[in-house]
């Protein structure tokens, strides 16, 4: 299988913020802000404390709503909502993109630690919502977030992809190192963030690029 053409690659799963969109939309940024005022309004702290445990959360946990979860017992329904209920404005329409998915004639899926209706409506907003077959959310991982292995096996069981058939898609790259370890493809979307970088990583992703809309371009033909 590592003799095809990434073009013919048969599966291709997606991550979402910061992958499908440039990172300088800031629009995680924004999601950032409100994950820092609602840690701090729930367990009654100042801001500078719950950025602190925000971050100290997402190294630990994988995601800062799985430190909450985990260390206070937080249902997840309330920070989900508030923390996505953000202005998309920031997103701008991909012509380009839509145009080279289309030319991939693969299957195409989206693996996000995000909520179901966050990912859809920013997938409306950059236009190329047609494209993805099904989008497997936090929610469908039972709130455990990348880069956790089992979940990636329940991603794979959803979607029924052949890893070995499948090209993965996403900027944090510590995230792709299970997807490597079950013979996936990986591309590590660069955006310069500290937490993003491969030296965090345990697998040296296979491709590299600071521009997925041309990246995409450029393997699709066009």
């Known amino acids: ?86 202005d998309l404005a920031p997103v701008k329409r991909d012509s380009r993109m839509d145009r080279a998915l289309d030319q991939l004639p693969g299957r195409k899926f989206v693996f996000t630690n995000a909520t179901l209706d966050y990912a859809r409506r920013v997938l409306d907003k950059i236009g190329i919502a047609r494209h993805f077959d099904d989008i497997f959310d936090i929610e469908a991982a039972d709130f455990i977030p990348k880069p956790e292995p089992r979940v990636y096996e329940r991603m794979q069981s959803r979607f029924g992809i052949d890893p070995v058939a499948t090209v993965m898609v996403e900027d944090v790259a510590r995230n792709l190192g299970p997807a490597a370890a079950m013979g996936m493809t990986t591309v590590w979307v660069m955006t310069g963030r500290p937490w993003a970088h491969a030296e965090a990583a345990d697998h040296d992703p296979h491709h590299r690029t600071d521009n997925l809309t041309e990246w995409l371009a450029g393997v699709a033909g066009i």
């Not at 003799?3 to 913020?17: I, N, R």
């Not at 994950?35 to 100290?56: N, P, S, T, V, W």
Request: hydrophobic share 35%; with cysteine.
């Open 1 to 86: 299988m590592t003799a095809l053409p990434l073009k013919d690659y048969p599966y291709w799963v997606f991550d979402l913020d910061n992958t499908l969109y440039p990172v300088g939309a800031n629009l995680f940024e924004a999601i950032d802000k409100r994950m820092c005022g609602f840690i701090a309004d729930y367990l009654d702290i100042g801001h500078a404390e719950a950025y602190r445990l925000q971050k100290q959360y997402f190294r630990e946990h994988g995601t800062t709503l799985r430190g909450l979860m985990d260390c206070h017992g937080m249902e997840p329904g309330p920070y989900l909502e508030y923390v996505h209920s953000v």
